[in-house]
């Protein structure tokens, strides 16, 4: 392939631009080739710098395997006559480059702001290097400039040593040479003067190059490019000649090489992945615009709940020939087609292919349409954010934002600077955001997948399941919003959708059914005959032996794709036995998929270790990287260094992996998985006391080692120690601190101790992450771990009591909730307590409340913030408890005489007095600046913590508290508030509102129904604007609201604000037809108050 095409500037190798959309990519790469050899054509030479063998048939890595890596990127060569280009003059090799970077502003200008990553060999990174130096100095191609996220050059020469010009231009000639050129030859002479590379050497531009992500490669064999003149001082050798340093074949050596390639390359490209999200989506001009792209980039960066396409690339591409029994049904088709309502549930038994089914119409089957926008999210149950269903809604968002920038109005911009983070954490604010995106959606249909409904946290669950069929069954007509759900076939789905069911049955597609079962038992079937014939064919076996197999494998009735991958995985691994074993192997099939785990499980060499990784990779809050994973299962209590660690070439540690748990687990490029939802389920008790494991083994006839033998606690434990053990060694806290000391010494005032300049600091630690394998995760992990482990007995006290003391520079952690601005903190600018409390540790703040030194209201020295109020602000109920349990001890064993010098041990309703508050918190300082334990957790909606503290009896009860929960909807709180007696239903704040003005504003129909039931409301009290309750929600359409205020008889209709206006205008002004339909169906309202716009 490549000879018989034209020369074309750009060609794109991955993915086929005839059949996926362009958005759908999240990197660019391009690869820039050096000089041709003599005679050689241009575009031939093109692919040939990247392939072996030379020519049609031969392996382009770039094309045939770097995707399976890099999925989402799009893989460019860029072909040109580089013979004319450093043939001629310096004038022609700057237009060459002025021409390469306009085929890059072309092709990416619908996305330019998307990172680029650029690979040059030989000379083509000269011409790489030269392009971005023109990008600095030409404002129109100032976008190449700022998304350049990393360089990867093969074999270029980048110095010469002292002599660099002239040096670098007998290298250049030297390279001709090597490619057939010979002495007379224009192109020897230009090149060997040098002159066309000068930019290249000046000083400024060498120190500008290096503040780019830059890996370089040479080869061991290279008689043309010295190693001096390559490698910026930077690793990357590999055994290869000039030619062949970017060409890798089927041997071991090249092997080895390309893992080398693959992975730095694979580093460049996450790390651009994740600076693509601190950057805004396009390059404003003016203040306003500046300040726009800021909150876009703002809100993409946190509706970025979780690496959606991870979990999507987790389940393997569709055999040919499979996923037919769904795409040609009917339902589906008049689904697709826009015949039915929108919604298409799918079931299946667990195994049968339904998640390989969803990534098939992800990234084929619903790409056919242009004018669709297609967002996905798969659940997964094994990791935390890819449980919840305001996540999901989040990543659905984001990618529609990302594919579609003009449905990101500043409505929605406005509602998130209101609400912060919490409206991310609101399903249904976020639902709604999503249905009037999709009423603006004025072409095409937003089509939204969700596979595995059922590994979706359970109350979630119910609540996206009644949304859902809320949202279709009240469609009078078809709407542009369509989803479909994969599932398996739980009976609290299907009673969730029962009544959409009954009305309209065409929403689900059962794969469970005998129809579909039968066709999806033939698909499988054709699947296990073409792995049997390729098999028989690895293996050399006989005829017999392969009619042995179709027969042992058609005689199984419980046949599922997940089965036959494990029982092909298991035959392949016999490759080396003799032919009588491998028909032992045949005639020992497992049954079931549960006996295959438990097959290859029993078969690993080391148990210990094995249950050690399982353990780990069950508790983990992310993936972990197989690096991550060497240190963790390496590290014991003897070591106090990161250096004594012995951490093993990353190709030999997936092959231990692979080794201890055989195909329990998948690595997916350097990410370590469990192969399946069952997997997890296989090895999980699930009633975490042993209980489920013993009735397992009753009703076995044979003992099980692994089945039901794991719980989350002590994996929890295992890993939380690992984590914290790593935050201790001594040479991780020396550099953890020197890089923190040094990014503190650049802040000032409150930033120096909470912002820690945040970005700064993330990009150390990913700096210092890559020396030290597993330090980040701990950082932001160990407290978790340890707080959710099973046993207090086991937990590693001492090492969390030298973390929370501060005494190591290693403990900086994130703040919780709604922390605007600052992110990180250090222990050592805060107490020991403190830091427990935020951190949540119950057995650390027990210990410590237990010692009589300890001063339990000690507050932090910047935000002056108590520790119980810490506590209450993260959520953490266990150390919310220890404090109450405290102070009631106090109460009831300090003598009375005692208590008049010290009332409390553990002040309830200490105050924070700290006026910076407002400045730091988006939320829950924006009426006040002094903040109880009680106020934080009214505004968190923390029922449990507002009960304990009003049943002390040791709080203040403020109208702030009431206001704040009316506005955001909690209705038991408001209850309990009000049964003190120490607040009034109809109290006001400084702007003369009301709890109902508020929850009128913020459309809270049920307290609106329950505040006026008490007698004590006033229904048309006015604020100091004048306007009423029934003018909040008139304004801002909620019907429901309306209609509650209108049906207690009281609500005045023509009632005027400040600015003359009536909520009849304020509804005309918004568009609200239906609450302008309720008010005059009053027949009280004064119609022509309409016109009274201000």
Same mark, same amino acid.
């Given at each position: 392939?490549?000879?018989?095409?034209?020369?074309?500037?750009?060609?794109?190798l991955y993915p086929n631009p005839e059949n996926t959309a362009e958005d759908e990519a999240t990197v660019d790469i391009v690869a820039v080739h050096g000089l041709n050899p003599r005679n050689?054509?241009?575009?031939?030479?093109?692919?040939?710098?990247?392939?072996?063998?030379?020519?049609?048939?031969?392996?382009?890595?770039?094309?045939?395997?770097?995707?399976?890596?890099?999925?989402?990127?799009?893989?460019?060569?860029? =072909?040109?006559?580089?013979?004319?280009?450093?043939?001629?003059?310096?004038?022609? @090799?700057?237009?060459?480059?002025? &021409?390469?970077?306009?085929?890059?502003?072309?092709?990416?200008?619908?996305?330019?702001?998307?990172?680029?990553?650029?690979?040059?060999?030989?000379?083509?990174?000269?011409?790489?290097?030269?392009?971005?130096?023109?990008?600095?100095?030409?404002?129109?191609?100032?976008?190449?400039?700022?998304?350049?996220?990393?360089?990867?050059?093969?074999?270029?020469?980048?110095?010469?040593?002292?002599?660099?010009?002239?040096?670098?231009?007998?290298?250049?000639?030297?390279?001709?040479?090597?490619?057939?050129?010979?002495?007379?030859?224009?192109?020897?002479?230009?090149?060997?003067?040098?002159?066309?590379?000068?930019?290249?050497?000046?000083?400024?531009?060498?120190?500008?190059?290096?503040?780019?992500?830059?890996?370089?490669?040479?080869?061991?064999?290279?008689?043309?490019?010295?190693?001096?003149?390559?490698?910026?001082?930077?690793?990357?050798?590999?055994?290869?000649?000039?030619?062949?340093?970017?060409?890798?074949?089927?041997?071991?050596?090249?092997?080895?090489?390309?893992?080398?390639?693959?992975?730095?390359?694979?580093?460049?490209?996450?790390?651009?992945?994740?600076?693509?999200?601190?950057?805004?989506?396009?390059?404003?001009?003016?203040?306003?615009?500046?300040?726009?792209?800021?909150?876009?980039a703002e809100l993409l960066r946190n509706l970025y709940k979780s690496v959606y396409s991870d979990a999507k690339y987790r389940n393997p591409q569709r055999v040919q020939g499979t996923c037919?029994?769904?795409?040609?049904?009917?339902?589906?088709?008049?689904?697709?087609?826009?015949?039915?309502?929108?919604?298409?549930?799918?079931?299946?038994?667990?195994?049968?292919?339904?998640?390989?089914?969803?990534?098939?119409?992800?990234?084929?089957?619903?790409?056919?349409?242009?004018?669709?926008?297609?967002?996905? @999210? @798969?659940?997964?149950?094994? @990791?935390?954010?890819?449980?919840?269903?305001?996540?999901?809604?989040?990543?659905?968002?984001?990618?529609?934002?990302?594919?579609?920038?003009?449905?990101?109005?500043?409505?929605?911009?406005?509602?998130?600077?209101?609400?912060?983070?919490?409206?991310?954490?609101?399903?249904?604010?976020?639902?709604?955001?999503?249905?009037?995106?999709?009423?603006?959606?004025?072409?095409?249909?937003?089509?939204?997948?969700?596979?595995?409904?059922?590994?979706? =946290?359970?109350?979630?669950?119910?609540?996206?399941?009644?949304?859902?069929?809320?949202?279709?069954?009240?469609?009078?007509?078809?709407?542009?919003?369509?989803?479909?759900?994969?599932?398996?076939?739980?009976?609290?789905?299907?009673?969730?959708?029962?009544?959409?069911?009954?009305?309209?049955?065409?929403?689900?597609?059962?794969?469970?059914?005998?129809?579909?079962?039968?066709?999806?038992?033939?698909?499988?079937?054709?699947?296990?005959?073409?792995?049997?014939?390729?098999?028989?064919?690895?293996?050399?076996?006989?005829?017999?032996?392969?009619?042995?197999?179709?027969?042992?494998?058609?005689?199984?009735?419980?046949?599922?794709?997940?089965?036959?991958?494990?029982?092909?995985?298991?035959?392949?691994?016999?490759?080396?036995?003799?032919?009588?074993?491998?028909?032992?192997?045949?005639?020992?099939?497992?049954?079931?998929?549960?006996?295959?785990?438990?097959?290859?499980?029993?078969?690993?060499?080391?148990?210990?270790?094995?249950?050690?990784?399982?353990?780990?990779?069950? &508790?983990?809050?992310?993936?972990?990287?197989?690096?991550?994973?060497?240190?963790?299962?390496?590290?014991?209590?003897?070591?106090?260094?990161?250096?004594?660690?012995?951490?093993?070439?990353?190709?030999?540690?997936?092959?231990?992996?692979?080794?201890?748990?055989?195909?329990?687990?998948?690595?997916?490029?350097?990410?370590?998985?469990?192969?399946?939802?069952?997997?997890?389920?296989?090895?999980?008790?699930?009633?975490?006391?042993?209980?489920?494991?013993?009735?397992?083994?009753?009703?076995?006839?044979?003992?099980? =080692?692994?089945?039901?033998?794991?719980?989350?606690? *002590?994996?929890?434990?295992?890993?939380?120690?690992?984590?914290?053990?790593?935050?201790?060694?001594?040479?991780?806290?020396?550099?953890?601190?020197?890089?923190?000391?040094?990014?503190?010494?650049?802040?000032?005032?409150?930033?120096?101790?909470?912002?820690?300049?945040?970005?700064?600091?993330?990009?150390?630690?990913?700096?210092?992450?890559?020396?030290?394998?597993?330090?980040?995760?701990?950082?932001?992990?160990w407290a978790a771990h340890l707080r959710d482990a099973s046993s207090t007995k086991d937990l590693p006290l001492s090492d969390m009591l030298q973390l929370c003391s501060g005494s190591e520079?290693?403990?900086?952690?994130?703040? *919780?909730?709604?922390?605007?601005?600052?992110?990180?903190?250090?222990?050592?600018?805060?107490?020991?307590?403190?830091?427990?409390?935020?951190?949540?540790?119950?057995?650390?703040?027990?210990?410590?409340?237990?010692?009589?030194?300890?001063?339990?209201?000690?507050?932090? *020295?910047?935000?002056?913030?108590?520790?119980?109020?810490?506590?209450?602000?993260?959520?953490?109920?266990?150390?919310?408890?220890?404090?109450?349990?405290?102070?009631?001890?106090?109460?009831?064993?300090?003598?009375?005489?005692?208590?008049?010098?010290?009332?409390?041990?553990?002040?309830?309703?200490?105050?924070?007095?700290?006026?910076?508050?407002?400045?730091?918190?988006?939320?829950?300082?924006?009426?006040?600046?002094?903040?109880?334990?009680?106020?934080?957790?009214?505004?968190?909606?923390?029922?449990?913590?507002?009960?304990?503290?009003?049943?002390?009896?040791?709080?203040?009860?403020?109208?702030?508290?009431?206001?704040?929960?009316?506005?955001?909807?909690?209705?038991?709180?408001?209850?309990?508030?009000?049964?003190?007696?120490?607040?009034?239903?109809?109290?006001?704040?400084?702007?003369?509102?009301?709890?109902?003005?508020?929850?009128?504003?913020?459309?809270?129909?049920?307290?609106?129904?329950?505040?006026?039931?008490?007698?004590?409301?006033?229904?048309?009290?006015?604020?100091?604007?004048?306007?009423?309750?029934?003018?909040?929600?008139?304004?801002?359409?909620?019907?429901?609201?309306?209609?509650?205020?209108?049906?207690?008889?009281?609500?005045?209709?023509?009632?005027?604000?400040?600015?003359?206006?009536?909520?009849?205008?304020?509804?005309?002004?918004?568009?609200? =037809?239906?609450?302008?339909?309720?008010?005059? &169906?009053?027949?009280?309202?004064?119609?022509?108050?309409?016109?009274?716009?201000?």
């Open positions: 392939m490549g000879t018989d095409l034209e020369l074309q500037p750009l060609r794109q050689k054509p241009d575009q031939e030479h093109a692919w040939d710098t990247w392939r072996t063998p030379a020519g049609p048939e031969g392996r382009l890595w770039l094309r045939d395997e770097l995707p399976k890596e890099l999925p989402y990127a799009r893989i460019f060569l860029y =072909e040109y006559n580089s013979t004319a280009v450093y043939g001629k003059d310096r004038t022609t @090799f700057i237009d060459k480059v002025n &021409a390469f970077l306009e085929e890059l502003r072309i092709d990416r200008r619908k996305a330019p702001r998307r990172p680029l990553l650029l690979l040059g060999h030989s000379l083509g990174g000269l011409l790489i290097k030269q392009s971005l130096i023109n990008a600095h100095n030409n404002e129109k191609y100032e976008d190449i400039k700022d998304v350049t996220q990393g360089l990867a050059f093969f074999a270029t020469p980048h110095d010469g040593g002292k002599q660099s010009l002239v040096n670098i231009g007998k290298i250049a000639a030297k390279i001709a040479l090597e490619l057939g050129f010979q002495r007379g030859d224009n192109i020897l002479e230009t090149l060997k003067s040098g002159s066309m590379f000068s930019d290249l050497m000046h000083e400024h531009w060498r120190h500008r190059l290096l503040q780019y992500p830059i890996v370089s490669f040479w080869g061991a064999f290279d008689t043309v490019v010295p190693r001096e003149s390559t490698s910026f001082g930077l690793p990357g050798k590999h055994v290869a000649s000039h030619g062949g340093v970017c060409k890798f074949g089927t041997s071991l050596q090249d092997r080895d090489n390309f893992k080398l390639v693959q992975a730095n390359i694979q580093d460049l490209y996450d790390s651009a992945i994740r600076n693509d999200q601190d950057q805004p989506e396009n390059s404003p001009k003016t203040e306003e615009e500046v300040e726009r792209a800021k909150q876009v037919e029994w769904f795409t040609s049904h009917d339902r589906f088709q008049d689904w697709k087609d826009g015949k039915t309502c929108g919604l298409l549930w799918v079931s299946a038994d667990p195994g049968c292919g339904k998640s390989v089914l969803t990534r098939y119409l992800v990234d084929e089957v619903l790409q056919s349409s242009s004018h669709s926008t297609i967002c996905y @999210f @798969f659940f997964k149950d094994d @990791f935390q954010d890819q449980k919840s269903a305001a996540g999901a809604l989040c990543c659905l968002l984001r990618q529609i934002f990302r594919k579609k920038p003009g449905l990101l109005n500043d409505a929605i911009l406005k509602q998130y600077d209101q609400d912060g983070d919490k409206l991310l954490e609101s399903f249904r604010k976020l639902w709604r955001i999503l249905v009037s995106v999709s009423k603006r959606h004025r072409r095409g249909q937003i089509v939204c997948i969700l596979d595995a409904l059922d590994e979706c =946290e359970e109350q979630d669950r119910h609540l996206l399941v009644e949304i859902l069929e809320d949202f279709y069954l009240t469609r009078r007509t078809n709407t542009n919003l369509k989803f479909l759900v994969t599932s398996r076939p739980y009976v609290s789905i299907e009673r969730g959708f029962h009544d959409i069911q009954t009305k309209l049955p065409v929403i689900r597609l059962q794969g469970e059914g005998q129809s579909e079962s039968e066709k999806i038992a033939r698909e499988i079937d054709l699947v296990v005959e073409a792995r049997i014939t390729q098999l028989c064919e690895k293996l050399r076996l006989a005829r017999d032996a392969e009619k042995v197999m179709k027969m042992k494998m058609t005689q199984h009735t419980n046949r599922t794709y997940l089965w036959v991958y494990l029982v092909f995985g298991e035959l392949e691994n016999c490759v080396s036995h003799s032919p009588t074993q491998i028909k032992e192997h045949i005639g020992n099939i497992p049954e079931t998929v549960e006996d295959a785990y438990e097959k290859i499980l029993s078969r690993s060499p080391d148990n210990s270790k094995a249950r050690k990784l399982l353990h780990m990779v069950l &508790a983990a809050k992310r993936p972990l990287r197989l690096k991550e994973m060497a240190a963790a299962m390496t590290m014991n209590r003897k070591h106090t260094s990161y250096s004594q660690l012995d951490i093993g070439p990353k190709d030999k540690l997936a092959t231990w992996v692979r080794d201890a748990c055989g195909l329990f687990v998948s690595i997916l490029g350097d990410k370590i998985y469990l192969l399946h939802q069952t997997a997890a389920e296989f090895l999980v008790d699930k009633f975490e006391d042993g209980e489920y494991r013993n009735n397992l083994l009753e009703e076995s006839n044979t003992r099980s =080692e692994w089945k039901g033998s794991f719980s989350s606690g *002590p994996s929890n434990l295992i890993l939380g120690s690992v984590c914290a053990q790593i935050l201790l060694l001594t040479d991780v806290v020396d550099d953890v601190g020197k890089h923190v000391d040094d990014i503190e010494n650049r802040s000032d005032d409150i930033e120096k101790h909470y912002d820690v300049h945040y970005r700064e600091t993330l990009r150390s630690l990913e700096l210092l992450d890559q020396k030290y394998p597993l330090l980040s995760y701990s950082i932001e992990h520079s290693t403990c900086l952690f994130q703040v *919780p909730r709604q922390w605007d601005s600052a992110r990180y903190v250090r222990a050592k600018d805060l107490t020991a307590l403190v830091t427990a409390s935020i951190l949540g540790l119950e057995a650390v703040t027990r210990h410590l409340l237990e010692q009589k030194s300890i001063d339990a209201n000690q507050r932090d *020295p910047i935000l002056e913030l108590p520790p119980l109020s810490w506590a209450v602000r993260g959520g953490q109920k266990a150390v919310f408890d220890t404090f109450i349990e405290a102070e009631e001890r106090y109460q009831k064993t300090v003598h009375a005489l005692k208590r008049i010098f010290r009332r409390h041990y553990v002040d309830l309703d200490a105050w924070n007095k700290n006026t910076k508050l407002r400045s730091l918190w988006k939320k829950c300082a924006r009426r006040k600046d002094h903040s109880t334990s009680l106020e934080w957790a009214v505004c968190f909606g923390e029922m449990y913590m507002v009960e304990k503290l009003l049943a002390t009896r040791h709080v203040t009860v403020g109208k702030e508290m009431l206001q704040e929960a009316t506005m955001d909807g909690n209705k038991d709180i408001m209850r309990a508030l009000l049964a003190t007696g120490q607040v009034a239903v109809d109290c006001r704040d400084s702007q003369k509102r009301t709890p109902l003005s508020y929850a009128a504003e913020y459309g809270h129909e049920s307290i609106v129904r329950e505040l006026p039931a008490t007698g004590k409301a006033n229904i048309n009290s006015m604020d100091h604007e004048g306007q009423t309750p029934l003018h909040c929600a008139a304004e801002r359409g909620h019907e429901g609201v309306v209609q509650q205020l209108l049906a207690t008889g009281k609500a005045d209709v023509n009632s005027r604000d400040r600015d003359k206006r009536t909520p009849l205008s304020y509804a005309a002004e918004g568009g609200h =037809e239906r609450v302008m339909k309720q008010l005059l &169906a009053t027949g009280k309202v004064h119609v022509n108050s309409v016109i009274d716009l201000g």
